[in-house]
Structures are given as C-alpha cells and as structure tokens.
C-alpha cells in the first residue's frame, strides 16, 4: 500500500484505494472509489481531489480539525458528510492542536439502488436477504482456512 507525505512533512496519507499526494493505490476497484488514511500532524493541512459526482465522507478516528471551506470542526469518533457537488475538501490540524488529526477519508459514486440490511447481511430487497441468510447457513460462502 503506497504511504505518501506532503512535501511539509505535516501530512501523511496511505492509499487504500484512489489517489493522493500523486500516488496511486495498488488495487483496482469494480466501483471507483476513494479510501484513504490520513494523518495530519498541528499546522498542516490538505486539500483533496474529488472525483465528479461522488458522495464523500470523513471518519475522524483520532484528534480535531476543520473540515471544508467552512471550517466545520471534527473530533474523535465522528463523520463528517460533504456536500456531493465538491471537486475537492479541505481538511487541517490547528497549528496549535497537541497531537494529529487521525482520520479515513471515503467517498465514491452512489450507486443509487435501494438498500435492504439484517444483520451483517446488505442486499437490495427482503427476498435477497433471505437468500443470502439460506446460502450462510448451507455453507455456499465457502470457508477460510486458517
């Protein structure tokens, strides 16, 4: 997995899936995506290319920041929605922050299909649902071995 740094050295970021800071994940996506873990030390920040059309979130795992031109502040073990229309966030560590941001940062097109979930089970309707629980309990998911 590629881990890049801004060339301040403030911003760390491991390409899970996507772009950014100029390189590129290592895995091709079916659906493209955006997933990334970033770290911003107190004074840095990024800004980050957007895909058209995706809706993107961030999941602040750890630390404080502001989130888009706003300014929205995030802390620890929130989500913040941006606005779907965006080509790029915004995203800092206040110089005077004692410790780093910490956060995912996800986004992708919306698939814009109904959603259906039970348990760990997402499928589109009911009926897939039962399906889905039938194949689990007759093995048809397979098996890993350890």
Do not use: C, W
Not at 26 to 39: C, K, N, R, S
Not at 65 to 92: A, C, K, P
Not at 108 to 115: F, I, M, N, Y
């Amino acid at each position: 997995m590629p881990i890049v740094t801004s060339s301040d050295r403030l911003v760390q970021v491991k390409v899970i899936a996507g772009e950014s800071l100029g390189a590129k994940a290592v895995i091709e996506t079916h659906t493209p995506i955006i997933y990334l873990h970033v770290t911003i030390q107190p004074g840095g920040s990024i800004t980050q290319p957007i895909p058209t059309g995706f809706n993107t979130f961030a999941y602040i795992i750890d630390g404080e920041g502001t989130f888009g031109r706003e300014e929205q502040i995030g802390t620890d073990s929130q989500m913040v929605l941006f606005e779907s229309n965006l080509n790029e966030v915004l995203i800092s560590n206040s110089a005077t922050s004692e410790k780093p941001l910490n956060f995912l940062l996800i986004g992708g097109k919306p698939l814009g299909e109904k959603v259906t979930r039970y348990g760990p089970f997402v499928m589109n309707t009911e009926s897939e649902i039962h399906q889905a629980i039938a194949d689990y309990r007759t093995g048809k998911f397979g098996n890993i071995n350890v």
